[in-house]
T-cell receptor, first 106, second 115 residues
Framework: GIQVEQSPPDLILQEGANSTLRCNFSDSVNNLQWFHQNPWGQLINLFYIPSGTKQNGRLSATTVATERYSLLYISSSQTTDSGVYFCAPGGDKIIFGKGTRLHILP | GAVVSQHPSRVICKSGTSVKIECRSLDFQATTMFWYRQFPKQSLMLMATSNEGSKATYEQGVEKDKFLINHASLTLSTLTVTSAHPEDSSFYIC???????????FGQGTRLTVV
């Protein structure tokens, strides 16, 4: 099955900093999503991005499907951005990477 | 975005009993739903893919007789943990694809504790 690698596994930043999270995947996929899991376990849809670039406020994402990677950019981090960010390529199944645990310090 | 509702949000049951978890797509029809489990500080592990009107497809290592999945309608899938044991304690979460298999939406999750 498809393999998903996310980096870095952990990231601690000061409020206001920018960050880039990376997702590499081993096979071609029909779609790819980024999620933020909040402290209560809820998965928040951030982006549905099988290819190209999208922006939503302080967040943006880019997927280069031909090179099998996706990037999530977070600018001007806030403490509410803390949590785990998952990349999930999908097709017939949706497989999750191990996530990047982000901690934003006030 | 679309809404997926999962119930109950948390449940405590005695060892040996069965627990049913419901996953409903509230504002769209879902031909495909997925069930995941997540242990503390770990990723979501896919347990099974549920297709409306047919048998679920289980991932390797998941006991189909222990985790019964029923997807009887286009808006409801259920996961029943049979003869639960303490090691089944986990966070269970469902998701649903809108038709066209594009974007998936997730329920709130169910925290199961078996005592």
């Amino acid at each position: 099955g498809i393999q998903v690698e996310q980096s870095p596994p952990d990231l601690i930043l000061q409020e206001g900093a920018n960050s880039t999270l990376r997702c590499n995947f081993s096979d071609s996929v029909n779609n790819l999503q980024w999620f933020h899991q909040n402290p209560w376990g809820q998965l928040i849809n951030l982006f549905y991005i099988p290819s190209g670039t999208k922006q939503n406020g302080r967040l943006s994402a880019t997927t280069v499907a031909t090179e099998r990677y996706s990037l999530l950019y977070i600018s001007s981090s806030q403490t509410t951005d803390s949590g785990v960010y998952f990349c999930a390529p999908g097709g017939d199944k949706i497989i999750f990477g191990k996530g990047t645990r982000l901690h934003i310090l006030p | 975005g679309a809404v997926v509702s999962q119930h109950p949000s948390r449940v405590i049951c005695k060892s040996g009993t069965s627990v049913k978890i419901e996953c409903r797509s509230l504002d769209f029809q879902a031909t495909t739903m997925f069930w995941y489990r997540q242990f503390p500080k770990q990723s979501l592990m896919l347990m099974a893919t549920s297709n409306e009107g047919s048998k679920a497809t289980y991932e390797q290592g998941v006991e189909k007789d222990k985790f019964l999945i029923n997807h009887a309608s286009l808006t409801l899938s259920t996961l029943t943990v049979t003869s639960a044991h303490p090691e089944d304690s986990s966070f269970y979460i469902c998701s649903a694809y809108k038709t066209g298999r594009t974007e998936a939406f997730f329920g709130q999750g169910t925290r199961l504790t078996v005592v």
